[in-house]
Every structure is written in C-alpha cells, then in structure tokens.
C-alpha cells in the first residue's frame, strides 16, 4: 500500500514541476539573452510567480494525499515585500517542503544557498539556477586552510547573490547547521546543545555584511517532527502525523552588521556568541515543542 501511494504522488509531482519549470525556463532565457534592467524587471516577477504557483501545487497535494497536520506559529505579522534573512534546523529533506509550505506568498520567494554540485540535478538544478539560488562549493575549514582561495569562492559568490537581491523583494534562506542532523554527527562534534548541530556563523556573517542594512528581520524557524525525523518517502506514504514550526521574528544587532567575520577575531568571537544565543534559545523551543509546552 505504501509504494502503492509513493507511485501514485511521485508521477504528480513530476509532471507539477515540469509544467512549471518548462515556461520558466523561457522566461530564464529570455532574461539571460536580454540581459537589461527593463527585462530583468519585466521577468523576475514572472520567474517568482511560477515558483510559488509550483509550490503551492506541491502543498495541495501534501494536504490531498496526506493527514498530517501543520501546527505553526508567528507568522502573523510578515510582510510579502519585505527583505528578510531566514536561519532554521535542518533534519530532512522534508524541511525545504514545510518552509516553502509555511512561507509561501506571505514573506518573497525563499533563496537558498545550495552545494554547487545540486547544479546537476536533473530540470531542479537549471530552476534553481533560472531563480538566482546562489550555489556555493561549501568547502571544510581544512580545505580552506590549505587553499584560501576556496573561502574567497564562497565569500565572492554571496556577495553577487546579495548584489542581485539587494534591488528586490528577497528571503535569504540558511540551514546555518550546513547539513542535517544525525546522532551521529551530533555526537561527533560533541554538540553542546541537545538536539541542534553546532552552528556555522560565516555564512550568516557574509549575508549580514553584503546586504544587513537592506534586511528588515531575522525569521528564526525552528522545525519539530514529533514522532521522529522523517523522509521524503515517509510524508509521501502518509507516515508524518504532525509537523510543528515556531517562528521567531528578531531584529539584526546593528553591531553584526558590517563587520570582517574573516580577519577580525573580536568581532568574530561577538559574531559567535550571538548565533551561539540564538542556537540555545532554538534548542530549548524545540524541547519544550516536544514536550506539548509550545
């Protein structure tokens, strides 16, 4: 019954996507062939209206073929012109469906900062790309140390993504963790928190500096699956009863905003401490949204 169902959504999903990337993709050449302010500004909303009409599609199916229920909150006072910069956990593919769920049309299109290598995937890479998703090479800290020039990739390629954002309507999509959680890697980093990675403050730092005073806000989305981590093929065949996000709409310290994350270590360690607090915070919400308190 389960692959019965799992092959009932997955053709609809197909053909939702390629109905949607197909005009999407016209629109995207259009815009690279003609590369003038008039035209970016007559096909970014173009480009922006078919992804969320995709996603929308794809959060109807969830609640045609699914019983699980959404329980969110603070999402009440946000704005669908507004510049944001959105930080969340990450434990599953399933995160990216429930923000684009939460989110969709009430805050701008959610970008993500993707691995480079998610470029390949097939007709997802080119929309993404079609979208202005900055992809990075996400390099370790020990292959940074051996060629610095790697850092400066990253650092470079969010600079242009904010260039591009600054001039629209943008929510600056982060999973601060930079992969998602197992127990595994938990106890592999020795993570102070309970249920948290630790997080990884350089990204955050870049898009602060690049774009913080075009930012109105930092959403900071904690993501709870009650009955246990699930898979993409888990929500599919109906095996995720509940899905709970708090959000929490919090002003950026005018302090963190400007400063040189990579050659000042003051400002660095502040920089830490802050997202360090946030990270602690996070980690008590999602204990108190296990135990029914939240």
Known sequence: MVWLRVALILPLIAINTLLHCLPLFVVALVKAVLPFGGVRRFCNPLLTGLAESWISVNSRMIALFTATRFQVSGISDLEKDGHYLVLANHQSWVDILVLQKVFNRRIPLLRFFLKRSLFWVPVLGLAWWALDFPFMGRYTRKQIAKNPELGRRDM????????????????VMNFVEGTRFTQSKHDGQNSPFKYLLKPKSGGVAFVLDAMGKGLHALLDVTIVYPKGIPSMIDLMANRVPEVKVLVRKRPIPAELVGGNYQDDRTFRAQFQQWMNGVWQQKDEDISAMLEGKA
């Open 156 to 171: 470079e390629a969010t600079r242009k993504a904010c260039e591009k954002f600054a001039s629209i309507p943008v929510s």
